[in-house]
Every structure is written in structure tokens, then in C-alpha cells.
């Protein structure tokens, strides 16, 4: 079956750092977690934000995160009992004249496509 938030809650997670959701399985809830970091990233953020601020970004991209975190879902990228989404699931496109930029500094230009690309990988 596939992914999909029936749920609008949200909590921040300061021991994981992380903001989590509940996503469906048909009847079957399943936990999902957004590091901070990604949400800051995607928003083309660096510094660190408020718990409420953070939940205001994640609901500015709950669309992306959602599929993303369905996406993993369906490919078994679950991690023990919850699927976690990281920096490493998000691939950056750089602007035309940033072609000749290595890729680590489009990190944070805001510019995103979901998918995953090994040289902007990093440990969650």
C-alpha cells in the first residue's frame, strides 16, 4: 500500500532533533521523522530555529516531506519501527552559475529535488 498523512500532528523530537508524524498504511500508522537539519536546509536556512519554527517549516514542505518519507516507505528504507528522513534524501539543483561549484556548496540554496546523491550525503 502506499504512504499517506491522514494526521495533521506534529511534535518536535529535542532528543532526536528530529520533528515527527504519523503516516497510514491503509490502517496502519507509521512513525516518521524529519531531522532538523533538513527542514532548515530546505528552506535555505543555516542557523538554529525555535521548536516552533521548525514546525513552521515543516509544514511549509509537509507536501515534499510526506512523499519523500512515502517513497523510502516503499522502497523498505525503514530504520527499526520509523522512517527517517535526512539531508541524504534530498539532491540540490545548482544554478547555472554554479556549475563549476563543487557540489557541497549548493547545500542550502533552498533549490531542491527529492532523490539521493552520494556526494551531498551526510550522516544524520
Given at each position: 500500500?502506499?504512504?499517506?498523512?491522514?494526521?495533521?500532528?506534529?511534535?518536535?523530537?529535542?532528543?532526536?532533533?528530529?520533528?515527527?508524524?504519523?503516516a497510514?498504511?491503509?490502517?496502519?500508522?507509521?512513525?516518521?521523522?524529519?531531522?532538523e537539519?533538513t527542514?532548515?536546509?530546505?528552506?535555505?536556512?543555516?542557523?538554529?530555529?525555535?521548536?516552533?519554527?521548525?514546525?513552521?517549516?515543516?509544514d511549509k514542505?509537509?507536501s515534499?516531506?510526506?512523499e519523500?518519507?512515502?517513497?523510502?516507505?516503499?522502497?523498505?528504507?525503514?530504520?527499526g519501527?520509523?522512517?527517517?528522513?535526512?539531508?541524504?534524501?534530498?539532491v540540490?539543483?545548482?544554478?547555472?552559475?554554479?556549475?563549476?561549484?563543487?557540489p557541497?556548496?549548493a547545500?542550502?540554496?533552498?533549490?531542491?529535488?527529492?532523490?539521493?546523491?552520494?556526494?551531498?550525503?551526510?550522516?544524520?
Amino acid at each position: 500500500m502506499s504512504l499517506k498523512l491522514t494526521v495533521k500532528s506534529r511534535i518536535y523530537d529535542p532528543d532526536l532533533r528530529s520533528i515527527i508524524f504519523y503516516a497510514m498504511d491503509g490502517t496502519k500508522p507509521v512513525p516518521c521523522a524529519v531531522t532538523e537539519e533538513t527542514v532548515i536546509d530546505m528552506d535555505g536556512g543555516s542557523k538554529p530555529l525555535s521548536s516552533v519554527k521548525l514546525l513552521l517549516l515543516f509544514d511549509k514542505y509537509r507536501s515534499q516531506l510526506v512523499e519523500i518519507a512515502a517513497r523510502k516507505y516503499a522502497t523498505g528504507g525503514m530504520v527499526g519501527d520509523m522512517i527517517q528522513v535526512g539531508l541524504h534524501d534530498l539532491v540540490v539543483v545548482r544554478p547555472a552559475s554554479a556549475l563549476s561549484a563543487p557540489p557541497e556548496t549548493a547545500v542550502g540554496s533552498g533549490i531542491l529535488h527529492q532523490g539521493s546523491c552520494s556526494a551531498l550525503e551526510r550522516p544524520i
